[in-house]
Nanobody, 118 residues
Framework: QVQVVESGGGLVQAGGSLRLSCVPS????????IRWYRQAPGKERELVAA??????????SYADSVKGRFTISRDKTKNIIFLQMNNLKPEDTAVYYC?????????WGQGTQVTVSS
C-alpha cells in the first residue's frame, strides 16, 4: 500500500513564500513522475508543476501562471518532494495536491490548503 502525504500549507500574505512537502511511503521501487496540482473553489483541478525522472536526470515543467515563482524538486535520499512557492499571489489560493507515479501506478495525497491574502 502506497500513501502520499502533503504538508506545509497555510496562510500567507501576498508576496510571501511557502514550501510544500510531499512524502510517498510504502512499497515503491521507482518514482518516474511527480506532479503538483491545485484546485481553487469552484474551479477544476489544474496542473501546476511536474518533474519527470529519466535515469538520474529530472526534467521539471511549470504552468505559465507559476513559472519563475514556483520550483519543484525532490530529495531522493529522503524521498521527499517539494514545491517551493515564492512571490505568492491571492490567485494562488487553492488546495494543493501531490501526485506520484511509481511502478506503473498513480497515487494522490489528501491535499494541503494554501491561502494567500491580499
Amino acid at each position: 500500500q502506497v500513501q502520499v502525504v502533503e504538508s506545509g500549507g497555510g496562510l500567507v500574505q501576498a508576496g510571501g513564500s511557502l514550501r510544500l512537502s510531499c512524502v510517498p511511503s510504502g512499497r515503491i521501487f521507482w518514482i518516474n513522475l511527480i506532479r503538483w496540482y491545485r484546485q481553487a473553489p469552484g474551479k477544476e483541478r489544474e496542473l501546476v508543476a511536474a518533474s519527470a525522472s529519466v535515469r538520474d536526470t529530472d526534467y521539471p515543467s511549470y504552468a505559465d501562471s507559476v513559472k519563475g515563482r514556483f520550483t519543484i524538486s525532490r530529495d531522493k535520499t529522503k524521498n521527499i518532494i517539494f514545491l517551493q512557492m515564492n512571490n505568492l499571489k491571492p490567485e494562488d489560493t487553492a488546495v494543493y495536491y501531490c501526485n506520484v507515479e511509481a511502478d506503473g501506478s498513480g497515487y494522490w495525497g489528501q491535499g494541503t490548503q494554501v491561502t494567500v491574502s491580499s
